[in-house]
């Protein structure tokens, strides 16, 4: 079983489109992360949630929404998408000691 | 969050030589993580510390938490063409609730 999954792994889309990627993991850990890796490979979180609740919320564009229906699961909907949204988004988890357990990411091509 | 400086940004070894690569930061962390990505996959945790001045191996894979607390270093022993990837360094402070990354080390290989 995978840990941390998430959907689409690959996604090429519109600019001006507006797009979902979905993450579920089984590892029952409290905490869930959206992080963006861009063309130079850095990794930078964007949004993290503690038992469905909003904890961590970078400096990031407010057509970014993060959705946390259950601690299992952390949604990121991405609204009039932009040709600089490209990057790999990766979902992670990790329990109190804060080590991060990651899915395989989602690639995003906006076109 | 607060990036790290990761060195060497990029290396291309030959099989069977050793590799280093180290972390800094300006800030004191609790825990040291180092992880490796291979081309198309997430970030995997290959070793975790947790008190300065700690070293431990996995395998041929031998990490330190700096006395300081404010670095870590990476070795990998007798390098084999499986270890291509980036690795990259991860710092949790006191916040507890996210990692802050290095730019990670680019590694290559060559049989």
């Known amino acids: 079983d995978t840990a941390v999954s998430q959907t689409p792994k690959y996604l090429v889309t519109q600019m001006g489109n507006d797009k979902s990627i979905k993450c579920e993991q089984n590892l029952g850990h409290d905490t869930m992360y959206w992080y963006k890796q861009d063309s130079k490979k850095f990794l930078k979180i964007m949004f993290s949630y503690n038992n469905k609740e909003l904890i961590i919320n970078e400096t990031v564009p407010n057509r970014f929404s993060p959705k946390s229906p259950d601690k299992a699961h952390l949604n990121l909907h991405i609204n009039s998408l932009e040709l600089g949204d490209s990057a790999v988004y990766f979902c992670?988890?990790?329990?109190?000691?804060?080590?991060?357990?990651f899915g395989e990411g989602s690639w995003l091509t906006v076109v | 969050g607060q990036q790290l400086n990761q060195s060497p940004q990029s290396m291309f070894i030959q099989e069977g030589e050793d590799v280093s690569m180290n972390c800094t930061s300006s800030?004191?962390?609790?825990?040291w993580l180092w992880y490796k990505q291979e081309p198309g996959e997430g970030p995997v945790l290959l070793i975790a510390?947790?008190?300065?001045?700690e070293l431990t191996s996995n395998g041929r894979l031998t990490a330190q938490f700096g006395i300081t607390r404010k670095d870590s270093f990476l070795n990998i022993s007798a390098s084999i063409p499986s270890d291509v990837g980036i690795y990259f360094c991860?710092?949790?402070?006191?916040?507890?609730?996210?990692?802050?990354f290095g730019k990670g080390t680019s590694l290559l290989v060559t049989p």
């Open positions: 991860a710092g949790l402070g006191n916040s507890g609730y996210a990692l802050n």
């Open positions: 800030s004191i962390f609790n825990t």
């Open positions: 510390l947790y008190k300065a001045g």
């Open positions: 992670a988890s990790s329990q109190m000691d804060g080590v991060l357990y």
